[in-house]
């Protein structure tokens, strides 16, 4: 066999020939086979359509009063639902967006002023901050504080100080009447 | 700068001198000397291999979403059946895989039979063949219960209560087995983590199997060994694009299962979730068990039964000290010629019998069919080898080759070879 192909060598310039041409195209045909192949396994780890489903979750509000918290789930991550004080709404518009690591006002993280709501899952590892109870510790910003790594988030859910790189997360909702929300 | 020459030959070679596996992977499957008469029949060893990583892959794959609970197993399944992306094609290429993996593996043996493969110096790796044979049917058996349908209950019921047929220890060891007074939770943990397991070990068997493969080379239609250079063809490019034919014929026929027919080889009860206080009304095996299941109830006494059973699969063991004559293929032994093909017809007979309920005439046919099985190993085999005049092999297989040529009715290519030569 190999004496054949270096025969054939000196024969045949380099330019290709019949034979790259077929190799070429097995390669390619093995190729793209492979990878259809592959891709429902690689997909299959993807989130199912069930969890996808857990789309949304409603929630009433009427018995959070001024100053508590309450944390739901929703696609199975805790949302941060705040009665904030007339307090921390004033802190949270006063300071200067300038000054902020990921800026953003107030008025675009709520719709309604004394309702915050927020993914509370801290954007630099995924700990969960503290500050939901009235003995937790709430950080330098008077908002939440998460343990991990030391990150400080404000009033309005927004990175201060510490290792996370943005603001706590705003998920889609809805106020579908004065006491209730729908998230997601 | 040549960047084969430069960065990949260097590395290359800093590997392979201080672990072999380029040259080893060269040795053994590309200038590895093959007979170079081989047959599609010779396909199938390649074919399994590719399907038992076939069935480990898609087998990882569907343990990500498997539940080996009986509360959650049959839910676990329907879930990935219906909400897991692609889940159904990943489960339906595992359970049409595992019928494809018995008709390549029924092939391949068949094939062995015809053209003596098992016989010397063959003997271990026909012998861990059947070993590898056994532990296939072990794994397919507790994969069938995972799923945890009537089916895979009652299936498991049956096929455990064997064991009970022992005297003394049986009940014990049925117990032992279940780890409780039935088929529970505990069995199916148990089922999951062996059914796991065997995959990996089944591959340790394969890699014996190639050793000893390896070291004697493969048999080939002759049976003739290969003597001069001239009697073989390097592995590749011939026999990886003969291959790979192969692959795409096996595919398309595999695959039609998968796409257009998944539950062929199934059973519907099994997507009823199991129930233990109720039996359905005809419990069969799959279709891969349905002979040794004939075998099994053949016999009215349960130890003897089961005994029957065991030995019909056992008696494969020995077959290469049954069988003492010394030409190996059946293409010069024309008596043993009809007797295979007697065998063939009988393997399937018992099948046929296996699916159908036990009521005459079935029982009686199961009987006979049963009674030459074992006939043909113990006496038939035995007797033909001893006074079969089995015709005089080609001197080599360049000379067998050349001697076929020459008889075709197109003298040219046989002057075309001879040319070459
Ligand atoms: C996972 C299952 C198996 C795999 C992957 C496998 C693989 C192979 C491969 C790659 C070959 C060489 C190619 C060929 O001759 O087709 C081979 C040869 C052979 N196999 Fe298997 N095999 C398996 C099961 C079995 C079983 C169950 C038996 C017998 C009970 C068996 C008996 C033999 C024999 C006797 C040969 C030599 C054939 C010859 O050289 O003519 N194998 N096997
Ligand atoms: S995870 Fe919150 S600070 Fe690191």
Redesign the pocket.
């Known amino acids: 066999m190999n004496d054949q192909a270096d025969d054939n060598k000196e024969i045949v310039d380099e330019s290709p020939n019949r034979r790259d041409f077929l190799q070429i195209a097995t390669y390619t045909v093995g190729g793209v086979g492979a990878g259809m192949a592959v891709w429902p396994l690689v997909d299959s780890i993807n989130p199912p359509a069930d969890v996808l489903s857990l789309a949304s979750s409603e929630i009433d509000i009427s018995s959070i009063k001024v100053g508590q918290s309450v944390t739901v789930m929703w696609r199975g991550r805790p949302v941060f639902v705040r009665h904030r004080t007339d307090t921390e709404i004033k802190e949270a518009r006063a300071v200067p967006l300038d000054s902020l690591p990921d800026p953003a006002s107030d008025e675009e993280r709520t719709q309604k002023a004394e309702w915050l709501i927020m993914v509370g899952v801290c954007t630099h590892l995924g700990c969960i901050p503290n500050g939901q109870r009235e003995t937790d510790p709430k950080g330098d910003f008077n908002g939440w504080f998460c343990p991990c790594h030391g990150s400080h988030y404000d009033s309005a859910g927004r990175i201060r100080k510490g290792p996370a790189p943005t603001n706590l997360e705003v998920p889609p909702y809805q106020f579908l009447d004065d006491t209730t929300v729908k998230i997601g | 700068m040549n960047f084969y020459k430069n960065i990949v030959l260097p590395i290359h070679d800093w590997v392979d001198y201080r672990l072999p596996v380029f040259s080893y992977v060269r040795k053994n499957l590309v200038d590895y000397p093959t007979p170079k008469n081989l047959n599609y ?6 074919l ?2 590719i ?2 990583m076939t069935m480990i892959i898609t087998g990882i794959f569907l343990a990500f979403n498997y539940t080996p609970h009986t509360e959650l197993a049959f839910a676990s399944v329907e879930h990935l059946m219906r909400d897991v992306n692609y889940g159904w094609l990943i489960r339906f290429m595992h359970s049409s895989g595992a019928s494809m ?1 018995f008709i390549l ?1 029924y092939i ?2 068949f ?2 039979l015809y ?1 003596g ?2 016989k010397a110096p ?1 003997e271990l ?2 012998i ?3 070993a ?2 056994l532990a ?1 049917m072990a794994t397919a058996f507790m994969g069938y219960v995972l799923p945890w349908g009537q089916m895979s209950y009652w299936g498991a019921t049956v096929i455990t209560s064997l064991f009970s047929a022992i005297p003394i220890v049986g009940d014990s060891l049925v117990t032992w087995i279940w780890g409780g007074f039935v088929i529970g939770d505990n069995t199916l943990m148990r089922f999951f983590v062996v059914h796991y397991l065997m995959p990996m070990i ?1 591959v340790l ?2 890699f014996f ?2 050793w000893a ?1 390896h070291s004697h ?4 239609p002759l049976g003739v060994d290969m003597k001069t250079p001239a009697d073989s063809i390097p592995f590749h490019p011939y026999y990886t694009i003969k291959d790979l034919l192969g692959l795409g014929v096996f595919l398309t026929f595999y695959l039609t299962f998968v796409f257009f027919a998944p539950d062929y080889f199934g059973h519907p009860d099994n997507y009823v979730e199991a129930n233990p206080l109720v039996t359905p009304a005809h419990i069969v095996p799959e279709w891969y068990f349905l002979p040794f299941y004939a075998i099994l109830r053949s016999i009215d006494d349960k130890l003897l039964g089961v005994i029957a059973m065991f030995s019909a699969v056992s008696i ?1 063991f020995v077959l290469p000290w049954l069988d003492r004559g010394r030409v190996r293929s059946a293409k010069f032994r024309p008596i043993y010629r009809q007797f295979f093909w007697l065998f063939v017809a009988d393997c399937f007979l018992l099948g046929y019998i296996g699916a159908q309920s036990a009521v005459e005439p079935f029982v009686t046919i199961g009987r006979l069919a049963a009674a030459y099985y074992f006939a043909h190993f113990l006496i038939i085999i035995p007797l033909v080898a001893k006074f079969e005049r089995p015709l005089e092999p080609p001197e080599s297989i360049s000379a067998g080759v050349l001697e076929a040529q020459l008889k075709s009715k197109t003298a040219e290519p046989a002057a075309q070879l001879q040319g070459a030569e």
């Open positions: 029949w010779w396909n199938f060893g390649a399994l291999g399907t038992l993996f593996v391949h043996m094939r062995s053209f493969s098992f063959r790796l026909w861990i063949g059947v590898i044979y296939m089944i068997l394969v199997h190639l493969l080379h493969s048999n080939n494969l």
